[in-house]
């Protein structure tokens, strides 16, 4: 039987947004397709894990005070995430954690988070703490040459720089900063994202998009993933680009 190593990153202090719904999706999509899904959660405190050691590295989003408190904690792996990242693992970060991943995160009283400055964008957010982007956001994403409406909600007071290869194109909301036509952040192995929902619910092209690249990985396999029944998540996908996109049809 095929398996998928997933640690799951600080469960217990990034779980403002609702994000471990990502983690139940992927679980989902793997035993419907008879792979064991074997879930590691990792927060301060525990043993020290090897990130190689992992196919899939997720982290959810959470609040300054918390990214404060985790990223002391985080810096500790920073080698070792830059060796698991250039290894393939997959990283799948939503918000506070994207953000984390960068330069630093600066909050809305001018103190600075550091980030692990394994990529080179960065965030700040503005000297106003209600002033914050928060509501339904689509994108325009392409995925292994498929392109895919990917549907979400964001809510995050950081705006974010230096993206050189974006998730998707901005159909509606905001994206990594008030306006933007861009958001989070892109590459074969790595989604980086602001969206909440939770961001696998709505979108099964992007979960289908991690589990085939990490089978792939790991078993140096093309695989063809059986399809599953979507016709929920297709529902209610089309009911909110109807919504978002058609509004003034
Ligand atoms: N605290 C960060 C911000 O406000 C991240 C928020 C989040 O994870 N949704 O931008």
Redesign the pocket.
């Known amino acids: 039987m095929k398996e998928l190593n997933i640690l799951y990153l600080y469960p217990d202090i ?1 779980e ?2 609702g994000d471990f719904g990502n983690i139940q999706v992927l679980k989902y999509r793997l035993e419907k397709r008879g792979i064991k899904a074997n879930i590691t959660p990792y927060s301060i405190g525990n043993d020290a894990p090897n990130f190689s050691n992992y196919d899939l590295i997720f982290a ?5 005070q918390e ?1 404060g408190i985790l990223s002391k904690d985080l810096v500790n792996y920073k080698e070792n995430i830059k060796e698991a990242i250039e290894n393939g693992v997959f990283f799948l970060l ?6 984390l991943f960068g330069k630093y ?1 600066k ?1 809305a009283e001018g103190d600075i988070i550091p980030g692990l400055n394994v990529f080179d964008y960065y ?1 700040e ?1 503005l000297n106003d703490r209600k002033k ?1 982007c928060i509501g339904n956001i689509v994108l325009n994403c392409n995925l292994n040459g498929k392109e895919t409406k990917v549907i979400g909600f ?5 705006q974010t720089f230096d993206i050189e290869t974006p998730f998707g194109d901005v159909l509606y909301g905001n994206g990594n900063k008030f306006g933007d036509t861009k958001e989070g952040f892109f590459r074969e192995n790595v989604i980086a994202t ?1 969206l ?1 929902g939770p961001l696998l619910s709505k979108n099964p092209d992007v979960s289908d998009y991690i589990i085939k690249y990490c089978l792939d990985r790991k078993y140096n396999e093309n695989i063809v993933l059986e399809p599953l029944d979507d016709t929920f998540e297709n529902l209610c996908r089309k009911q909110l680009s109807d919504r978002f996109l058609n509004k003034d049809k």
Do not use: M
């Not at 959810?60 to 300054?64: C, E, I, S, T, V």
């Not at 964001?154 to 950081?158: A, F, K, L, R, V």
């Open positions: 990034l403002l947004y959810g989003g959470g609040a300054d990214q939503i918000c506070g954690a994207y953000q995160y909050d965030t957010a914050r964001e809510n995050h007071g950081g602001y909440h």
